[in-house]
């Protein structure tokens, strides 16, 4: 793994938020959300041309070979954007193919030209619905809410035991989805695969699936409370600023309180994860719920504080409240993790 | 000076000094450490980062940091008051050299013990409504200060030398414009200090009452009414600390792990396999290390030189984890709570840390008005329209 100077990661982020600001605007999420696919393969490329989908993937795989905490930052960014982009669906993909012999995979993610995604299907997969079995090179079953399943070239599996891709195409059910941003779909195995990874591989994607999706809530809460923010110093009602009302303030401290804190938990993770350190499994089940809980809070109280715009489709405050409330779903929902957090605990203690 | 010619000398210096202390000190009046303080401030290690004039070593951020870090691993108090000192902050900043000269190496060896006289019975979270009055006594009279009123909240102030005072001193102005700071002695008559019961039935503070009592000339912080800026930043230390630490059970059953103690008390109670107290525990646990990852950041983007925002959300987050901590406790000792005493010191912990907890929620600025000043000074959103803000203070009604 590269690491990255201080100042080279702050480049990094400052070029991707550059990139997304013009490639990705909300014209452009509104756009996307509303198209057929969900996708589009003009911002993927120009993303790839940044070498965003291969930023974790190893240079000799044609990736930029750096870590979960530049990862976590970049998905920082996508947050903030609303990228609507398999980015978390490669990057999970990547992680799970990363030590095993289907290595060949990697350069097409790296460069965007292959877009991988991977159905969790251990134990009845992270929403326990669904039921895949992987038994003796064949796989049946049908895994739930498996992320960009209907645009991408390979569906991996990720069962307990090891992760799987699969010799044949498998069969996917596009899902209507709450955030048009991220589309999801039911998939269906049933056939021969291939062994591609060990149970370690599965939890080390698991663990930066999370973070990257951590990352991605702390990105969702900093920019609703800047847009309420925004909203409460120009709004006048009363003959004043919405904003100079204790009602609004607090409401507003209040989040900066749950932004940073995500923010710091975030980052935290990441930083778990790169140094391999053994409060790992806390770090990362403290970021999963700290982040989905302040994504979805900040959301909520920012349509409160925008009052009737954002009651609005026009707004955008909706799209972000879907993203949080739909993320703070994915790969176990906070009771979950709060209760793992406590087990680590116990471990650590 | 590399960071490594640092650390060697602060090691070395260390090494040849530090013998430890004697086992029992008091944080208020003269500190029993002072003997061993006075040694760290000569050498420099007191405030790094401050000139060479002021006892320090005109050290970087960064090297002030390894000096800190050394003296912490060899469990050496007395450095790094430059970042922790409310009092040496304060006086080096805005007192008279005459003063400063008197004041700040005492201040630093702990030689003299201080008490804050800030908030009045009628000016809690509005300071600046302070009635104590400051009158210039006539320079024919030997000139100084004759200061009248009460103050209330003062930790310490039974054992302290010097109190560091605001008090009004031009009542034809509006009322942030006519307030002065002192460092008013303790130790005279017209100082009458009485101890403050409080709802968890210690006297941890004092009321003082102040009739007559004199401030010599030098003793002025920063210009004539213009004290309300010099409180500004000694408020925003005090603010600092507090975010940072807060104290614990009464009894020390509950155990100085802080994060990990509630996890403690869920074992004994046999309710960590209840679902839903592990979700509480969790949760409390959670804000408390996420408290601590704030901090760490904050620190982290002060050392690259940039300026943090994040530093001033410590002590909003402390009160929440306080309060709901005892919440947490109290759900877990069940019908024990209602009990208290030396012989159930669990409950006596939960039930003292409830009370307790107000100590930061209402201390230092209610929570209330923390979130204002967040929301304003942090988020930049307009102020709070305040009716008196223009008004002379003579003409300010009163409740």
């Known amino acids: 793994m590269t690491a990255l100077s201080h100042e080279d990661r702050a480049a990094l982020v400052d070029s991707v938020r550059r990139l997304l600001a013009d490639r990705c605007t909300e014209a452009d999420v509104r756009r996307i959300m509303d198209s057929e696919s969900g996708h589009d393969p003009a911002l993927w490329r120009a993303l790839a041309d940044m070498g965003v989908p291969g930023l974790t993937i190893a240079a000799e795989h044609g990736g930029a070979g750096l870590g979960p905490v530049e990862l976590e930052l970049v998905m920082e960014e996508a947050g903030v954007a609303l990228l609507p982009a398999p980015l978390l669906s490669c990057t999970i993909a ?3 193919l990363a030590d095993g012999d289907a290595g060949d995979l990697l350069p097409g993610i790296a460069d965007g030209s292959f877009i991988a995604t991977v159905a969790f299907a251990g134990a009845g997969g992270w929403s326990g619905e669904g039921d895949v079995i992987v038994r003796g090179g064949r796989a049946t079953g049908t895994a739930r809410f498996v992320t960009d399943a209907a645009i991408a070239d390979a569906v991996l599996i990720a069962s307990d035991d090891g992760a799987y891709l699969p010799l044949h195409a498998p069969r996917v059910t596009p899902l209507p989805v709450f955030d048009r941003t991220r589309r999801m779909a039911d998939v269906t195995f049933y056939g021969e695969v291939r062994r591609v990874g060990d149970a370690a591989a599965v939890r080390r994607a698991l663990d930066l699936a999370v973070v990257a999706l951590a990352g991605e809530q702390a990105g969702v809460a900093r920019r609703v409370l800047e847009m309420s923010v925004g909203y409460a110093a120009e709004r006048h009602q009363f003959g004043r600023a919405i904003g100079s009302f204790q009602a609004v303030k607090h409401m507003a401290a209040d989040l900066l309180l749950e932004s940073e804190s995500a923010t710091s938990a975030a980052r935290d993770a990441a930083e778990h994860l790169a140094a391999g350190s053994g409060e790992r499994e806390a770090a990362v089940a403290l970021a999963a719920f700290a982040c989905a809980d302040a994504a979805v809070r900040c959301t909520k109280d920012a349509i ?22 739909s993320a703070a779903q994915m790969f176990g929902a906070s009771p979950l993790w709060r209760d793992r957090y406590l087990t680590a605990l116990e471990a650590m203690a | 000076m590399t960071d490594d010619e640092v650390l060697r000398e602060v090691q070395d210096w260390l090494a040849a000094h530090w013998k430890g202390l004697p086992a029992h000190h008091e944080s208020f009046g003269r500190d029993p450490r002072s003997e ?12 790094p980062r401050w000139s060479r004039d002021w006892y320090g070593r005109e ?33 080096l900043a805005h007192a008279t050299d005459a003063f400063k000269r008197v004041i700040v190496p005492q201040l630093l060896a702990g030689e003299v013990g201080m008490c804050l006289l800030y908030s009045e019975p009628g000016a809690g979270s509005d300071l600046a409504a302070i009635r104590t009055r400051a009158d210039k006594v006539p320079e024919s009279e030997g000139g100084g200060w004759r200061i009248t009123g009460q103050k209330v909240w003062t930790s ?6 010097y109190g560091m005072l605001i008090a009004r001193t031009d009542w034809d102005v509006p009322k942030h414009r006519g307030i002065s700071f002192f460092f008013l002695p303790m130790k005279q008559d017209g100082v009458e200090v009485r101890p403050l019961r409080q709802i968890t039935d210690e006297a941890h503070f004092n009321e003082v009452f102040i009739t007559d009592a004199f401030v010599p000339e030098a003793n002025l912080l920063g210009p004539l009414n213009g004290g309300w800026g010099v409180l500004q930043t000694a408020l925003a230390y005090e603010r600092s600390v507090m975010g940072d630490n807060a104290r614990g059970p009464r009894s020390g059953a509950g155990g100085p792990k802080g994060d990990h103690s509630l996890l403690g008390l869920a074992r004994e109670a046999g309710k960590l396999d209840d679902p839903v107290v592990r979700q509480e525990v969790a949760q409390v646990i959670a804000w408390r290390v996420l408290n601590k990852l704030n901090t760490r950041r904050a620190k982290a983007e002060l050392a690259q030189g940039n300026s943090s925002s994040i530093m001033s959300l410590g002590k909003l987050a402390m009160s929440r984890i306080l309060h709901e901590e005892a919440r947490v406790r109290t759900l877990l000792l069940g019908a024990e709570s209602l009990l208290e005493g030396p012989e159930h010191p669990r409950a006596e912990d939960a039930n003292f840390l409830a009370l307790n907890a107000y100590f930061t929620s209402i201390g230092g600025g209610t929570d209330q008005i923390q979130r204002n000043i967040i929301g304003e000074r942090v988020l930049g959103l307009p102020r709070e329209p305040e009716v008196d803000r223009t008004v002379p203070f003579r003409e300010v009604r009163a409740g």
């Open chain 2, 156 to 161: 310490g102030a039974a054992v302290a030398d």
């Open chain 1, 304 to 325: 409160q504080m925008h009052g009737g715009i954002a009651f609005t489709w026009a707004h955008p405050a909706h799209l972000y409240l879907r993203r949080a409330r």
């Open chain 2, 59 to 91: 050290l970087s951020n960064d090297q002030a940091r390894i000096v800190e870090r050394a003296f912490a691993a060899a469990g050496a108090p007395g450095a790094g008051q430059d970042r922790s000192n409310l009092w040496a902050n304060t006086a």
């Open chain 2, 36 to 47: 061993w303080l006075a040694q760290v401030r000569d050498a420099g290690w007191a405030v």
């Open chain 1, 94 to 96: 990547a992680a799970l």
